[in-house]
């Protein structure tokens, strides 16, 4: 009768053991984290553009809580710079790229304060579209490259492409203005 008694303490004693063990493995080893998902849209200033005018373009990067790109003028050169480039058709004139302020912030993987975008992120610039363009349609091919990082770890760097496509109208044809509060006032 004595090895019922054997077996059942047994039995107890596994169960004890993996119990007492459980938090160990699952609070005991940190585990892995991924990059974040950062959606990038892009959007234009009107709903419309005219031959022979400008609009203006944002591309905007939307960064979860807790996790930061490096700006577009990190204070490292090794730093993977957030960089963005514009693709347009023939006699499409592209603007330079306004990049917004940097953050400056002190992370526990560096002794050094970085230069950071955290949360909405907006990269604005204008597209001229010439008088004579011939298409209905404007389609611009932005892409994005950036760095991101949680406060602890820095991720691979990746690139976004995102695509942004503007009717094309007369010169004379009515335009209504949309996305104001991605593309500043006036275009």
Known sequence: ????????????????FVLLNVPVVLYG???????PNIGVNGYASTDKVQRGRLVQVAVVMDIPRGYH??????????????????????????GLIAY???????????????SVYEGRVVLRFNVTVPANFGSRSLEL???LNYQSCSDALCFPPQSREVKVE?????????VKRINGEYCGRGR
Do not use: C, H, W, Y
Not at 9 to 16: D, E, F, K
Not at 69 to 94: D, M
């Open 29 to 35: 080893t940190p585990a892995p984290q991924s990059a």
């Open 166 to 174: 503007i009717p094309v109208v007369g010169a004379n044809e009515a």
């Open 69 to 94: 790109v490096n700006s577009n003028r990190p204070l490292e050169s090794f730093l993977k710079a957030t960089q963005l480039k514009i693709e347009s058709p023939g006699g499409v004139r592209v």
């Open 100 to 114: 917004p302020r940097a953050l400056i912030r002190k992370f526990s993987f560096s002794k050094d304060k970085l």
């Open 1 to 16: 009768m004595k090895f019922p008694t054997i077996k059942f303490n047994l039995l107890r004693l596994t169960i004890a």
């Open 141 to 143: 091919k932005a892409k």
